[in-house]
């Protein structure tokens, strides 16, 4: 069987097209590279979904963490302390089993005990708090200048918020905010490995990569091409977020710009 | 555990769940948690071990030894670390037993690798097919702190890296300027100074490790997540005296909680630490302390 053949059997494979049965025996580098590249699709779909939805999410947790009312403050605390302070994988566990139990109660919950939901709300609440906490960090560094500025000029409320606070806030979170980026790139393989179920076999890249390693006991190949996968699209996000980050800092002089500086991953 | 447990199912609620939770299972599941604490002794050291060799690599002054430090750092940061935890523990079992292998048994001519197999001679497995469970456990257990050492060795020497780097220039100066070798510059002047800095990334660091403590599961350990999928699922009373229904998301809101508290007992210790790292340091934070004494 040609390779091409292969691609088109396999590529979109972890979204149930294609050739329903996984290869069994006599597995090829390219069906490696093809399954663990349709993995990759949903890598991508958490990754890209939960982010730009906590992206929001995580600006009013900062504004409301910095608010001088308690009501406010202390909700959004007690959010960040709790997504922060506990292993992501645990987290998981718990909002799968959470809505399996619902399920019980209600067809409601039906889609939530799949992936493509559940772990997507767990994802986004996650990185919510973890940009939340550097965003917040970011709004207290605001040099006191740029909103006396504001104020000088008669800017309350939501005006001097969107067009003083908010660009600078973004401007000091960015290296940090792209860390939290790849950060939660990474994590989006833990999914299938916590209560989620790979229904019909359709799971991410570590998924396919496990399955390849498992069948062939030679962990030697599948996880350097995951590897390689992984460390291909860090880079895509590196270079996304550093032209961002220039669009960020256009106004300020060249030495003054906040550095990007790579720090990828850990896990949480 | 208690006189009363003998026929759980007359008991009232509160008898019932004292016997429940006291059951020889449960002692298991306690023990559990033990585990999770005594990884963490072991592999925070071995972790900062690796990543003080992994630093010293890459700053070296004989570049393949730089390369090699500052490779291992990249690599390791630049993949899911999940990734390397399912990776290592076949790759190190694997290359453990191909090394006994070679050295056991140097008149076996076949290949090691045939096809989907692994095959290594009978005294080169590990750990031996004759040895007590225990033996097993611990070798598992053995891999996962090599795993974890490997993968936070790569973390920590990034931050130690850091620290060493943000020295202040002149104290290494002054330091040659005593005449001191590059060895003692190192050891006396650079090391002691260094940990004030590095300590904000390792106090990140060792937050980070506890919260990676539940991927001993993906190491086949019986840890406490194995535990509470075990405990909390449905049990009939064909198979148990204390039938329940599926009780894993109560177990799980336990783990979250235990996992909060220790990220809390861990914060307030390492701000004390820091507290003290810093007085007398040329830090703000140094400055700040002898300000308020003042």
């Known amino acids: 069987m040609s390779c091409w053949q292969t691609v088109q059997d396999y590529a979109f494979r972890s979204l149930g097209y294609g050739e329903r049965l996984l290869p069994r025996s006599d597995f090829t580098l390219c069906e490696h590279f093809t399954l663990i590249g349709s993995g990759m699709i949903w890598n991508v779909y958490f990754g890209v979904i939960a982010l730009s939805l906590g992206f929001f999410f995580a600006t009013a947790l900062a504004v409301a963490k910095m608010s001088p009312r308690a009501f406010?403050?202390?909700?959004?605390?007690?959010?960040?302390?709790?997504?922060?302070?506990?292993?992501?994988?645990?987290?998981f566990f718990f909002a799968y089993f959470l809505f399996l139990s619902l399920k019980s109660t209600a067809p409601f919950w039906d889609p939530f005990t799949a992936a493509w939901l559940g772990a997507l709300i767990v994802l986004f609440l996650n990185t919510a708090a973890y940009s939340g906490e550097i965003f917040y960090g970011a709004l207290r560094s605001i040099p006191k200048g740029d909103v006396e500025a504001a104020d000088a000029y008669g800017m309350t409320g939501l005006p001097r918020f969107r067009r003083i606070v908010w660009p600078t806030m973004l401007r000091l979170a960015w290296p940090a905010y792209t860390n939290e980026a790849i950060f939660l790139f990474h994590a989006t393989t833990l999914v299938f490995f916590t209560g989620f179920p790979a229904w019909q076999q359709r799971g991410d890249a570590l998924y396919y990569a496990n399955y390849f390693a498992d069948k062939t006991f030679n962990p030697f190949v599948p996880y350097p091409i995951l590897a390689f996968y992984f460390i291909l699209f860090t880079l895509v996000i590196v270079g996304v977020f550093g032209l961002i980050n220039r669009h960020l800092n256009r106004h300020l002089p060249q030495e003054r710009r906040a550095k990007m500086r790579i720090r990828p991953n850990m896990i949480r | 555990m208690f006189s009363y447990c003998t026929d759980p199912d007359t008991l009232g609620t509160f008898r019932w769940f004292s016997c429940y939770l006291t059951t020889g299972v449960h002692m298991q599941f306690y023990a559990s948690f033990f585990k999770v604490l005594l990884l963490l002794a072991i592999t925070a050291p071995v972790a900062l071990a690796f990543g003080f060799v992994g630093?010293?690599?890459?700053?070296?002054?004989?570049?393949?030894?730089?390369?090699?430090?500052?490779?291992?750092?990249?690599?390791?940061?630049?993949?899911?670390?999940?990734?390397?935890?399912?990776?290592?523990?076949?790759?190190?079992?694997?290359?453990?037993?191909?090394?006994?292998?070679?050295?056991?048994?140097?008149?076996?001519?076949?290949?090691?690798?045939?096809?989907?197999?692994?095959?290594?001679?009978?005294?080169?497995?590990?750990?031996?097919?004759?040895?007590?469970?225990?033996?097993?456990?611990?070798?598992?257990?053995?891999?996962?702190?090599?795993?974890?050492?490997?993968?936070?060795?790569?973390?920590?020497?990034?931050?130690?890296?850091?620290?060493?780097?943000?020295?202040?220039?002149?104290?290494?100066?002054?330091?040659?300027?005593?005449?001191?070798?590059?060895?003692?510059?190192?050891?006396?002047?650079?090391?002691?100074?260094?940990?004030?800095?590095?300590?904000?990334?390792?106090?990140?660091?060792?937050?980070?490790?506890?919260?990676?403590?539940?991927?001993?599961?993906?190491?086949?350990?019986?840890?406490?997540?194995?535990?509470?999928?075990?405990?909390?699922?449905?049990?009939?009373?064909?198979?148990?005296?204390?039938?329940?229904?599926?009780?894993?998301?109560?177990?799980?809101?336990?783990?979250?909680?235990f996992y909060l508290m220790m990220t809390r007992v861990s914060e307030v210790a390492l701000e004390r630490l820091m507290q003290r790292l810093t007085h007398g340091q040329a830090t703000t934070g140094g400055e700040a302390q002898r300000k308020a004494v003042a």
């Open chain 2, 55 to 257: 630093a010293m690599a890459a700053r070296s002054r004989i570049a393949p030894i730089g390369w090699i430090g500052k490779g291992y750092i990249a690599i390791v940061r630049g993949v899911p670390d999940i990734a390397f935890f399912l990776f290592f523990v076949i790759a190190l079992d694997q290359a453990f037993e191909y090394l006994r292998h070679r050295v056991l048994c140097p008149d076996w001519t076949e290949p090691v690798r045939q096809g989907s197999d692994f095959l290594v001679c009978q005294q080169a497995k590990l750990p031996l097919g004759t040895s007590p469970e225990w033996v097993h456990e611990t070798y598992g257990f053995f891999l996962a702190v090599i795993t974890f050492a490997i993968v936070f060795g790569a973390f920590a020497a990034n931050v130690l890296y850091g620290g060493m780097r943000a020295v202040p220039r002149a104290q290494l100066e002054t330091a040659e300027a005593y005449g001191m070798s590059h060895r003692q510059t190192f050891w006396r002047v650079l090391v002691p100074q260094m940990w004030v800095f590095a300590l904000p990334g390792l106090s990140n660091l060792w937050m980070v490790l506890i919260k990676a403590t539940p991927l001993l599961f993906l190491l086949g350990i019986e840890d406490i997540v194995y535990w509470a999928r075990e405990l909390g699922g449905t049990k009939t009373s064909r198979f148990s005296d204390y039938p329940h229904g599926d009780w894993r998301m109560w177990y799980f809101l336990a783990l979250l909680i």
């Open chain 1, 72 to 91: 406010l403050r202390k909700p959004a605390e007690w959010f960040i302390f709790l997504f922060r302070g506990s292993p992501l994988f645990i987290q």
